[in-house]
């Protein structure tokens, strides 16, 4: 143990943090199925979307030219309080496992809000800031977004209200203790505040709340004012385009110690955490150079990769939103309440969804969360890090990739990413650790409930 | 922002971690007040320790000799999980209140224990180890510690078992997950697997447990096996010792700056973290040479340097430990319930308790918690990282020096310890932000209550 080729822990200095996002969508050669607006149908513009998003967000959304986008200084200079994010040797993980494979992970949840997620948090909020706009709204579940968001319009002086599903304001208190703590006003959904939510309150008093009426409520906020946007963690291309950041950092990390990695796996449920961590890497497959084999890992509840249909749908469950064409389980599929952490979406980034289609992702792979908990467990005893139950979808891959390695002999190199610790999600341990937790896979007759919200649209592939 | 003489923050390599700890007491000119045995009142030696604590723990205990103690490479080897930890320069801080100090922290919250614990928690399970005793025992209140045992002794196959005090198990349930995660088995105490626990529960079966109790459990539990023995977290002069490696990676990191702090400030309950902190730098104090000036930051609420006598009393509340020379507010004495966070104990480290009498720690400062949440506030909201409630105090002293630098218009440099990340405290901040926090002050007829409970001991000064 103690004359290593590689550091534990490798880290870039400040000077080599990225100067300019890299946006995948430019070197896809596929035609890009356009968003859909949901009256007309027909493709959206920067117009459209400046109700919704602030103007340069949205040029981000739709833009499949620029493959660098510059990363604005005073972003880069957020970036300096948490990033470069550590790139890992997991050598306690290979010695437990005994495999030949050089097993690493970038690892994300140093910060305080314990997750990727502030990645995008910052750089939305810089240019809603640098467009004169007085604050933002969206919406939460589990909270990582929220808290997120709401350290970065506090760096901005930026108002946030935040929609959060009335359940989870209730039982993670806290992390709405967070969010106020950075200044945030945080509403439990559904509330009085929206008209949307005055008539869900009206039809069902005793609604929980939903993420997807959170959204709405979020929305409505937004459009009804001139100097209020709405932002969003995950499944958008801006939101990738942010994260390529995790990709960019880990390639250079790498270079440093003269490894490439032969295979690249990441949870995906929206997508973001993926995206972000594969981007540099397809950007060698799409020019047709020696590149790894990518791994998504979803978990068996919510499989819209593995299960899912390639098909236009609502990015949303309250059908506001334009339509993007990705993989989905229907609009109005919600995975069972038995499903821990997040990974909850019934979509996948169209970016992602995309790459899979066009076969340049490899492989789609749904775990059932006793595993992923079982690798959340020997991870955290080997590694030290409790990691989030989302990650760990991605921890599970990894081992059993290695566990192939220990079998053939394979010193192949692993990289994963550990999104985020699992600070928040102990409710979910608590019930690995009672013997308590449930596995769930949706039947096909659960999934043709979903798939029959699929919007059928006429003369539309 | 963009040109910095130094980058936000510096990471020594892990070539570069500390191969020794620094033993402060060896430079230390005074007459050491022996630890007294609670019955002789002689004097103890290894031998009256071992059956509480293993052997090589028990000679550091009493060790005023080697200034230098190799760090085990095991121990070594678990350090480059999560350490050196991170030096950061606080320019958003400073930035937030134009001073012209130059503020750095040493941040301890980055791994998942969530606090500097873990420095002593991996060298305390590793001597068990090599000792080859089956487990170890420990109490823990809020449950830093009793999290960084969990994980030391995963680490090294030891059992643990943990007293948490009842209303912490009841109130903090998600810390005793992290406990069970790591493996270790946590009980709430008062307990039925001891005498002392169930003469407590026959006594006063509502009662909510205590600090002082759980203690005892541990201890009875240890000293009736052959293979088993205690470990606690703060005060005693091995904790000190081992987290040396705080202020030892400091100096260093701070010498490649080419930098010497002024002030050094760090919060105090036990002592461990500034005892840590300060050490290489009193080493420079007590050999002659420049040093900072050293400030405690404790409690208004539980004011041992500050109101404190420095008398021989019990380690424990019940008066089943050896008894201490140090700084204490009388064994009995129990802070207000109204007292957010740790830093609640009634003594203080023997160590730091000598360093202040003798002079060479300045000065001891109380302040009320109001103004150390608005610190916290301030902290978090500029510098990114919440702040635990203990750190708070620390970063309290730092804001007030600082603003002193800017009207003094001195560019002191400035170094404080940020022992720890605010993700188990949250109650204390939701008070806080809903207004519902208060401070409190012992009035003087409180602590004369206190210092009833210090022994008179005819003939020990």
């Known amino acids: 143990m103690t004359t290593r080729s590689v550091p534990y822990k490798t880290y870039l200095s400040e000077d ?19 968003i859909l607006h949901p009256g007309t149908l027909q493709p959206v513009g920067v117009a459209d979307m400046e109700p919704i998003f602030c103007t340069e967000l949205a040029k981000q959304e739709l833009n499949d030219s620029d493959r660098l986008i510059e990363i604005p200084e005073r972003v880069r200079d957020f970036y300096r309080m948490y990033r470069p994010s550590p790139l890992i040797r997991a050598y306690y993980l290979e010695k437990a496992l005994a495999t030949p494979a050089r097993i690493y992970y970038k690892y994300e949840g140093g910060n ?18 640098e467009q004169g706009l007085a604050g933002l709204t969206t919406e939460t579940g589990a909270g990582q977004w929220g808290t ?30 967070v969010m106020q ?74 270079e440093k110690l003269d490894e490439y990695p032969d295979t690249v796996i990441g949870c995906a449920g929206g997508g973001s955490n993926l995206g972000g961590l594969m981007a540099p890497f397809m950007e060698d497959r799409l020019a047709g150079r020696t590149a790894p084999y990518f791994i998504a890992v979803e978990p ?29 389980l229907g609009h109005a599929f919600i995975p069972s309440a038995n499903h821990a952490g997040g990974l909850r979406y019934h979509g996948m980034s169209p970016i992602l969804s995309q790459l899979y289609h066009d076969g340049f992702l490899d492989e789609a792979r749904a775990v059932e969360q006793s595993a992923v908990f079982a690798a959340a467990e020997l991870f955290a005893r080997t590694e030290g890090t409790l990691p989030a139950p989302e990650s760990a979808h991605a921890i599970r891959a990894a081992i059993d990739e290695a566990l192939k390695c220990k079998d053939s002999g394979e010193e192949k190199v692993i990289l994963f990413g550990l999104t985020g610790n699992g600070y928040f999600d102990l409710l979910a341990y608590q019930q690995y650790n009672d013997g308590t937790m449930t596995d769930f896979i949706p039947t096909d007759e659960d999934l043709d409930r979903g798939f029959a919200t699929i919007p059928s649209l006429p003369g539309i592939q």
């Open 181 to 254: 703590t950075y200044g945030a006003e945080v509403i439990p959904s559904p509330s009085d505040s929206t008209e949307v939510g005055r008539k869900m309150r009206a039809e069902f008093p005793d609604s929980n709340g939903s993420l997807g009426t959170a959204i709405s409520e979020a929305v409505e906020v937004a459009v009804s004012s001139s100097d209020r946007r709405y932002v969003l963690g995950s499944v958008l291309n801006q939101v990738l385009i942010h994260q390529s950041v995790i990709g960019l950092e880990a390639k250079a990390a790498l």
């Open 16 to 34: 080599e943090l990225p100067t300019h996002y890299y946006n995948v969508r430019a070197d896809m050669k596929t035609d890009h199925a356009p």
């Open 148 to 177: 997120a968001m709401s350290m970065a319009c506090s760096y901005f002086n930026l108002e946030l209200l935040v929609y959060m599903v009335k359940i989870s304001y209730e039982q993670k208190p806290y992390r709405k203790t």
């Open 112 to 129: 305080t809000s314990g997750s990727h997620k502030l990645n995008s948090a910052i750089a939305q909020a810089y240019y809603a800031s």
């Open 300 to 328: 068996a509840s919510c499989p819209s990769l593995t299960r899912g249909r390639f098909a236009y749908d609502f990015c949303d469950t309250g059908q506001v939103t334009p339509l993007a064409k990705m993989y989905t």
